[in-house]
């Protein structure tokens, strides 16, 4: 079936880097998607989200790309900190169709000192 | 912060019993959502609700059921528990027109 995957499933970096995470998705009908972070021992938070008729939104320290062409999503992640330590999940949709999020595989990001 | 709440945070119960799941939100959302989610893997959604009275199964096989009598509670219930039941179950909910989910912390079932 479709779904929603991640490239890969661990990425540490050090203190103040900037994070790339990446993700693939495969349904070409969804139109909206999700970052999710999810730290230890708690539920997934929401991040920041992109529509397709979107190439780049940016939030506070960070960023999200989608490039519709090669279905491939993007979170940036400036001055990478401690406490961004989590696991970040993507997730898809159709907007506004009833249908309900897909989530892919996590990757888990470890930020050291 | 979402205003969302499952209990228990935790649940240590022996094969065969029956248990529930409670999930209730604050926020008036019409949309609510029950995803399973081993450790570190993706979540698998198992049931939702879009209101009152309506319940649909998800993408991923439950023997578990849900009801939505009231908007505000969407408790799961598996009638015999067993190990392979064993997982941490997400409770979620959003507004209608709006597929941003609100998470709770789950439940952390092992079912021995």
């Known amino acids: 079936g479709e779904s929603v995957g991640l490239h890969l499933p661990t990425l540490s970096v050090q203190e103040g880097d900037n994070s790339i995470i990446n993700c693939a998705y495969s349904?070409?009908?969804?139109?909206?998607f999700i970052w999710y972070k999810q730290e230890s021992g708690k539920g997934p938070q929401f991040i920041i989200d992109?529509?397709?008729?979107?190439d780049k939104r940016q939030g506070q320290r960070v960023t999200v790309l989608l490039n519709k062409t090669v279905k491939h999503l993007s979170l940036q992640i400036a001055a990478t900190q401690p406490g961004d330590s989590a696991v970040y999940f993507c997730a898809e949709t159709k907007y506004q169709a009833g249908t309900a999020l897909i989530f892919g595989k996590g990757t888990t990001l470890s930020v050291s000192s | 912060e979402a205003d969302i709440y499952q209990t228990p945070r935790y649940l240590v119960i022996g094969t065969g019993k029956k248990i529930t799941l409670e999930c209730s939100q604050t926020m008036g959302h019409d949309k609510m959502y029950w995803y399973q989610q081993d450790p570190g893997m993706e979540l698998h959604l198992i049931h939702y609700s879009y209101g009152v009275n309506s319940t649909e199964k998800g993408d991923l096989s439950s023997e578990s059921t849900v009801s939505r009598i009231r908007t505000e509670h969407f408790p799961l219930t598996l009638e015999s528990a067993r190990p392979s039941h064993t997982s941490q179950y997400l409770c979620?909910?959003?507004?209608?027109?709006?597929?941003?989910?609100?998470f709770g912390s789950g439940t952390q079932l092992s079912v021995l």
């Open positions: 979620a909910s959003s507004r209608s027109g709006n597929e941003k989910l609100f």
């Open positions: 992109i529509r397709s008729n979107m």
């Open positions: 349904n070409s009908a969804s139109d909206y």
